[in-house]
């Protein structure tokens, strides 16, 4: 995975904490480094968008020379480089990085992500820490125009903030998820993920999906398999432009982890179209999520450069047990896909 390069420019590059090696091994530790995002925090910066009535909210990673983006929201883009990033001086503090206007702060005014896309002028990031107290990132929320940010909103930000701490502390569920983040070294998983949409490619999910069949063949489960298409994928092209399709392509991803169960996840085909894998879940519970993905297409808004549209999707599943489980991932995803 390629990140752009920047020319030098006048800018503050962040300092190098300290305990720069603790932190590296406490996040290597979390394994959260180039992996899907993850609805229980994408819920926590959704809410910090709208207490703050502000388009971009992340909980950020910042490790080695990168900024890795665990949920976001307002941003296309899954990193940026550390020397450039605000959070990388955030995290030299215990107190909020407050800059109200980037262009007036001399550590930041020739920064590319002001000067250049995503043209930040407002950064609010307050550091977050693992459950041994060390701090590997922030809580953060920016916007394309300056903004005051009271001592009340700070108070908001840092109580935000410690809800991204209680997940980060909760202890790794062991399942055929992690298992296989777990079986990844970086590089790996740098190649098994979306970057933009934050779920695994299609390769990504295919490897994965091996692991669950031959998981639920041993265990005598069912697997359960789910194709969520764009039915109106030409229409947004028509009407918002390619520019703004990965907004949808985004959003149809949050509302599939969102109502997946723990354990389940998702995987890109492409910028219409996903699919699911879920374990040991009856007919009727399928049947059950299945109305839910619906309900909440049916009632959920997108809202992209102030137009608001509704998402129409197409959902399909497959089912398999016993004997239709000895197969591969690849033959399981084309049966899926076939009945489109």
């Given amino acids: 995975m390629t990140r752009p390069e920047y020319s030098e420019a006048a800018m503050q590059k962040p300092d190098i904490p300290h305990n720069e090696e603790e932190r590296t091994r406490a996040i290597q530790n979390l394994g959260m480094i180039y992996s899907p995002s993850e609805a229980r925090f994408d819920r926590i910066t959704r809410l910090v968008c709208r207490h703050f009535d502000i388009d971009t909210a992340l909980v950020t990673i910042v490790y080695k020379e990168i900024q890795w983006f665990k949920s976001l929201q307002g941003l296309n883009a899954c990193s940026t480089d550390r020397e450039v990033s605000f959070c990388g001086h955030a995290i030299l503090s215990d107190e909020p990085l407050i800059v109200e206007n980037a262009l007036l702060d001399p550590r930041f005014m020739d920064n590319p992500l002001v000067v250049d896309g995503p043209r930040i002028r407002f950064y609010a990031g307050q550091p977050v820490r693992d459950a041994f107290g060390i701090t590997i990132g922030t809580l953060c929320v920016i916007d394309s125009v300056p903004r005051a940010f009271s ?49 695994w490619n299609r ?54 982890r969102d109502v997946l169960p723990n354990g389940s ?76």
């Fill in 151 to 199: 001592q009340e909103d700070r108070q908001d930000l840092r109580d935000f903030a410690r809800l991204v701490e209680v997940e980060l502390a909760k202890p790794i569920e062991d399942n055929v998820v992690s298992r296989f983040v777990r079986s990844l070294n970086e590089n790996q998983r740098s190649l098994l993920i979306d970057p933009i949409v934050g779920s």
């Fill in 265 to 340: 996840s998702v995987g890109s085909l492409g910028a219409d179209a996903f699919v699911a894998v879920c374990s040991g879940m009856t007919n009727s519970e399928v049947a059950r999520l299945l109305e839910q993905l619906k309900a909440r297409f049916g009632e959920t808004t997108l809202e992209t450069h102030g137009v608001k549209a509704l998402v129409d999707v197409d959902i399909n599943f497959l089912s398999l047990s016993g004997d239709e489980l000895q197969c591969t991932a690849v033959q399981a995803v084309d049966r899926l896909l076939s009945l489109s």
């Fill in 203 to 256: 390769r990504g999910f295919e490897a994965l999906l091996d692991k669950e069949l031959e998981y639920a063949l041993h265990k005598g489960e069912d697997l359960s398999l789910l194709h969520v298409k764009l039915s109106s994928f030409d229409l947004i092209l028509n009407r918002f432009g390619r520019d703004r399709i990965v907004d949808f392509t985004k959003f149809t991803a949050s509302i599939i």
